[in-house]
């Protein structure tokens, strides 16, 4: 076990099945990735599981149905965690189910503080658990150092930014969520202790000089068949 980010250029390595890693960010021996592959796997699965009991306004969304794209995309993001954070996200899922919440629910309805700002604050918010003004602070900067690392992945890698949602809040319109909205919505979804580490990851990879989104995306695009971004970018 590593506990720090491995070098840039291989910890994405992926063997011929490319659902099977050889290194990931945090760790580099085959227990220690084979256990964050499983718990990260168990978790998309719940995720998945809750939203299919998201309503939505005017039925049933396209991507509700599709799982490919959804396993990918989220099982390249939680492949960046360590352990712990998996162990305490799972334990968040685990504890809005018994007390019948549903965190992809509540992901989706903070978002819409920003694309539906009414609705949001007459229909939702009363209805949504309140986050304290320190979590809300700490959340900020977070998505701040995200949203410049998003921006630095499009500079370098422009083609596949192209086909990322667009950036920034001030680009949400009714039907097309920012970058940015996404992660504020996800972020508050989470338990103060899974908030604690993530937030510390952020920093852990700050100092690293690691960019989240390039390791996110480059395992994101290796679950896809390619073997680095480059190729992928080439390909789009």
């Known amino acids: 076990m590593t506990t720090s980010?491995?070098?840039?250029?291989?910890?994405?390595?992926?063997?011929?099945?490319?659902h099977i890693l050889s290194r990931t960010l945090w760790y580099d021996t085959p227990e220690d990735v084979n256990d964050q592959a499983?718990?990260?796997?168990?978790?998309?699965?719940?995720?998945?599981?809750?939203?299919?009991q998201v309503n939505n306004q005017g039925g049933r969304a396209n991507c509700q149905g599709n799982w490919p794209t959804f396993h990918q995309m989220r099982l390249s993001q939680f492949l960046t965690w360590r352990l712990e954070m998996l162990d305490s996200?799972?334990?968040?899922l685990d504890d809005a189910d018994a007390t019948g919440r549903n965190l992809l629910t509540e992901k989706y309805a903070r978002m819409m503080e920003s694309t539906e700002p009414e609705r949001y604050h007459t229909e939702l918010e009363p209805h949504m658990p309140k986050l304290e003004?320190?979590?809300?602070?700490?959340?900020?900067?977070v998505i701040a150092q995200q949203v410049?690392?998003?921006?630095?992945?499009?500079?370098?890698?422009p083609k596949l930014g192209e086909a990322m949602r667009v950036l920034t809040t001030d680009e949400d319109v009714i039907g097309t969520t920012s970058f940015e909205t996404y992660l504020r919505g996800e972020l508050g979804t989470y338990s103060n202790r899974t908030f604690a580490m993530y937030a510390q990851m952020i920093v852990d990879l700050t100092g690293a000089g690691v960019n989240l989104t390039e390791e996110t995306l480059r395992l994101t695009v290796s679950l896809g068949g390619f073997s680095s971004l480059e190729e992928a970018e080439a390909a789009q």
């Open 5 to 18: 980010p491995s070098n840039n250029e291989a910890d994405k390595a992926a063997t011929e099945d490319t």
């Open 38 to 52: 499983h718990k990260s796997e168990l978790i998309v699965r719940h995720e998945w599981s809750q939203f299919q």
């Open 89 to 92: 996200y799972a334990e968040d």
């Open 133 to 141: 003004p320190e979590r809300v602070k700490a959340q900020e900067a």
């Open 148 to 157: 410049a690392w998003a921006r630095d992945f499009r500079e370098h890698f």
